[in-house]
């Protein structure tokens, strides 16, 4: 992901120090210079309907943190993880490991890269609900490419675990709700540069394709991506390249859970998975700690490692996105 930077009302007395907090590393390659606007489906009626209960039977937000931890001790353990690696095929067959039971769909492809051919597969944990619609939860699972040093424990440890987490809370459970599609896109990261020659989000880019194409994407009430959520200072920005209500919606459920301390303090452009979906009308929403240690220091470095990150900051992310469908649900 790469970031365009806009400090929020609420952090301006921070200072212009904390700016560079945010920004991309002067030793990592330049953000991307798009322009997006994210889609936004709901209108002012809809906002204005009164709130129902959301479905009793839906898993409550209060996960194990320590659980979804082990599971970023279990990724990591496969070391760099780049897309076209023994490693990241070791992690596949693990992922598909602890989907037994649930219906999988596979969404493999080649695709021409600045390093030649290469192999990618998004694979998509469906969850049915008894409401006419799907709510997509994603992360990448794949690590920066031709980088031995980098075990990327939240970048993207984080994410895998927590949709393997989610996948625990659903599984085997009746939903009344929406149906809840589980996403772990591969090839988020850039395998030479992320400027050029759209070298990033191949996973996403395909599937967002499909969609549009199949008719999915009209479906799609809403599109959650969790990204860096396991750092053990954990800060999620507001991205204002998602789509404003359901940004707002994310805020909502940190607040009902007594965990907005953790959200929103800086807002921040993110050029992120979610925004190909964004350009398909797909509302969506990037949860992403972009400060990840002092002026992002440890981002796309051999300093991300597991002992960065904490069970509560994972578990924190993880209740919030189930009270978001919750709430998504009773809208």
Not at 39 to 52: D, L
Not at 142 to 148: A, I
Not at 189 to 211: C, I, Y
Request: aromatic residues 10%.
């Amino acid at each position: 992901m790469r970031s365009r930077l806009k400090l929020s009302l609420c952090a301006l007395f921070l200072g212009l120090a904390f700016l560079s907090a945010c920004s991309t590393p002067s030793s990592g390659p330049a953000k991307v210079s798009a322009e997006t606007q994210p889609a936004a489906e709901a209108t002012a009626a809809s906002e204005s309907q009164p709130a129902t209960q959301p479905p009793a039977n839906l898993p409550k937000p209060d996960v194990n943190g320590n659980h979804v931890m082990q599971y970023v001790k279990d990724v990591v353990a496969f070391g760099p993880r780049p897309v076209g690696s023994q490693a990241h095929a070791k992690l596949e067959q693990y992922i598909l490991s602890k989907l037994k039971g649930v219906e999988v769909e596979q969404d493999k492809f080649t695709a021409q890269t600045p390093v030649g051919k290469m192999p990618f597969n998004n694979i998509i944990a469906k969850f049915p609900g008894k409401k006419d619609g799907i709510i997509v939860v994603a992360g990448h699972y794949d690590t920066l490419y031709n980088r031995p040093d980098f075990v990327g424990a939240n970048d993207a440890g984080s994410s895998t675990a927590v949709l393997l987490e989610l996948a625990d809370q659903f599984r085997g459970k009746p939903n009344d709700g929406y149906s809840v599609w589980l996403l772990w896109t591969d090839g988020e990261e850039a395998f030479v540069n992320w400027n050029k020659n759209n070298d990033n989000d191949w996973g996403s880019r395909q599937l967002a394709h499909q969609w549009q194409q199949d008719g999915t994407a009209k479906k799609i009430k809403a599109f959650l991506l969790v990204d860096m959520v396991g750092d053990a200072d954990l800060d999620i920005l507001k991205d204002t390249m998602s789509t404003p209500w359901l940004s707002d919606l994310v805020y909502k459920a940190a607040a009902k859970l007594g965990y907005q301390s953790h959200f929103y303090q800086l807002e921040n452009g993110i050029d992120d998975d979610h925004i190909p979906f964004s350009k398909v009308g797909i509302p969506v929403d990037d949860i992403i700690d972009f400060t990840y240690g002092y002026n992002n220091v440890f981002w796309h470095t051999p300093q991300d490692t597991v002992d960065k990150l904490s069970p509560q900051s994972l578990a924190i992310s993880t209740d919030v996105v189930l009270e978001t469908i919750r709430l998504l649900d009773a809208r």
